[in-house]
């Protein structure tokens, strides 16, 4: 079964300081993979995806992500934070072609002003 | 230009008490689906609908159902909650699987259900 893991459930950072949030899923065919924020308040939002192509992916807000087939990961990055990235950051996995999209437990992320 | 709505936003009811949530939609896909998610986990999917066709997950329990009248409107309809039916529930929508540009899901902004 398709499984995601994200890495730390709780982050605290300073504004200016470079964000990585880990992303790992097992399922052995061919992904779609995506990265969705939750600001306080707000609904999920799309901040990137991947579904082929150049595995450097960028999204909103100068977010990006790499996609590592070898290591089955897709983590997070952006060089500097901003106060306002403050929220719950979810990595998705769907099989390519499929319905089923399965998410990880999320991180919660407090940018410190 | 809200996109998918859900109604209501918060919604309480009693132990047994059957309740209904709606969503809506003006994106015009094809892909409604509806997610249950409880405090600090991931959002399971319980079923989707493409088109008119009903998908349910295999772990989703029997007191879970969906109507999907039209292409805007989908409802989740529990028969008999239970108090660990407290939860967010999210719907969400995206066009068919295989047209170009992806389909990717847009969400609303979810019903949190209190039983009591």
């Known amino acids: 079964a398709q499984s995601v893991s994200q890495h730390n459930h709780h982050v605290i950072l300073s504004e200016a300081a470079s964000l990585e949030l880990g992303c790992n899923y097992s399922?052995?065919?061919?992904?779609?993979l995506f990265w969705y924020v939750q600001y306080p308040g707000q609904h999920l939002q799309l901040l990137l995806k991947?579904?082929?192509?150049?595995?450097l992916v960028k999204g909103i807000k100068g977010f990006e992500a790499e996609f590592i087939k070898s290591k089955f990961s897709f983590n997070l990055r952006k060089p500097s934070v901003q106060w306002s990235d403050t929220a719950e950051y979810f990595c998705?996995?769907?099989?390519?072609?499929?319905?089923?999209?399965?998410f990880g437990a999320g991180t919660r992320l407090f940018v410190k002003a | 230009d809200a996109m998918v709505i859900q109604n209501p936003r918060y919604q309480v009811t009693q132990f047994g008490k059957p309740v209904t949530l709606s969503c809506s939609q003006t994106?015009?896909?094809?892909?409604m689906y509806w997610y249950q998610q409880k405090s600090s986990q991931a959002p399971k999917l319980l079923f989707h609908?493409?088109?008119?066709?009903?998908?349910n997950e295999a772990d989703t329990p029997d007191n879970f159902q969906s109507r999907r009248p039209n292409t805007s409107f989908c409802f989740l309809d529990i028969r008999s909650p239970g108090l660990g039916d407290a939860a967010m529930y999210l719907c969400?929508?995206?066009?068919?699987?295989?047209?170009?540009?992806?389909?990717?899901?847009?969400f609303g902004p979810g019903t949190r259900l209190t039983v009591t």
């Open positions: 399922y052995g065919g061919t992904v779609n």
């Open positions: 991947y579904f082929s192509g150049d595995p």
């Open positions: 994106l015009n896909h094809n892909v």
């Open positions: 609908y493409y088109d008119k066709d009903f998908n």
């Open positions: 998705a996995v769907r099989r390519d072609g499929g319905f089923k999209t399965i």
């Open positions: 969400a929508t995206s066009r068919a699987p295989g047209l170009a540009g992806g389909y990717e899901q847009y």
